[in-house]
T-cell receptor, first 113, second 118 residues
Framework: DAGVIQSPRHEVTEMGQEVTLRCKPI?????LFWYRQTMMRGLELLIY????????DSGMPEDRFSAKMPNASFSTLKIQPSEPRDSAVYFC???????????FGPGTRLLVL | AQTVTQSQPEMSVQEAETVTLSCTYD???????LFWYKQPPSRQMILVIR??????QNATENRFSVNFQKAAKSFSLKISDSQLGDAAMYFC???????????????FGKGTHLIIQP
């Protein structure tokens, strides 16, 4: 079975540009999580969805960040406008509702110049 | 809010020897899950082992085992017969077993960089 798929794997952009990160969860998983990893703050939960509905977005750093899950097989994390401090690795993870384990995608390494 | 602390930024071990990585956590909840994830240079997050708090028996997965001390809020990872492929960052993580709200996300420690010396 395919694991969690994220695209792009690497993104380099200039400050002020819009960035869209994409995630396809494992088929049958109905919980989806977005995390950010930086040297300073480590791994942080940004937002998560259950059955396509955002449950907790308290980790989203600012209004520049938004996430959507229009259907069970696709989610996006958008940053508009991007800033250099947004540079990080962004992970998507999925889990069966009620299950114990989250399975992570390979991550998207974002560099904002 | 729950916190997870990994007090060893870096550990080094000779190949074939045993190493223990430490993790402590703080929570007021009685039911939760604990995990160890491995992150090699590829940055992929790989689940190593998990433990349910209500289970007294320590989890084991081949060369990997945990020492779960619920009263002390301690969750250490022991790697036996260390191999070169074990070299990676290791993250301890906590998740509440209470459904809903923000409980479903993982809270991570800062990680321990494990070096395997040949």
């Amino acid at each position: 079975d395919a694991g969690v798929i994220q695209s792009p794997r690497h993104e380099v952009t200039e400050m002020g540009q819009e960035v869209t990160l994409r995630c396809k969860p494992i088929s049958g998983h109905n919980s989806l999580f977005w995390y950010r990893q930086t040297m300073m703050r480590g791994l942080e939960l940004l937002i998560y969805f259950n059955n396509n509905v955002p449950i907790d977005d308290s980790g989203m750093p600012e209004d520049r960040f938004s996430a959507k899950m229009p259907n069970a097989s696709f989610s996006t994390l958008k940053i508009q406008p991007s800033e250099p401090r947004d540079s990080a690795v962004y992970f998507c993870a999925s889990r069966i509702w009620g299950g114990e384990t989250q399975y992570f995608g390979p991550g998207t390494r974002l560099l904002v110049l | 809010a729950q916190t997870v602390t990994q007090s060893q930024p870096e550990m080094s071990v000779q190949e074939a020897e045993t190493v223990t990585l430490s993790c402590t956590y703080d929570t007021s909840e009685s039911d939760y899950y604990l995990f160890w994830y491995k992150q090699p240079p590829s940055r992929q997050m790989i689940l190593v082992i998990r433990q349910e708090a209500y289970k007294q028996q320590n989890a084991t997965e081949n060369r990997f085992s945990v020492n779960f001390q619920k009263a002390a809020k301690s969750f250490s990872l022991k790697i036996s017969d260390s191999q070169l492929g074990d070299a990676a960052m290791y993250f301890c993580a906590y998740r509440s077993a209470i459904p809903g709200g923000g409980a479903d996300g993982l809270t991570f420690g800062k990680g321990t960089h494990l070096i395997i010396q040949p």
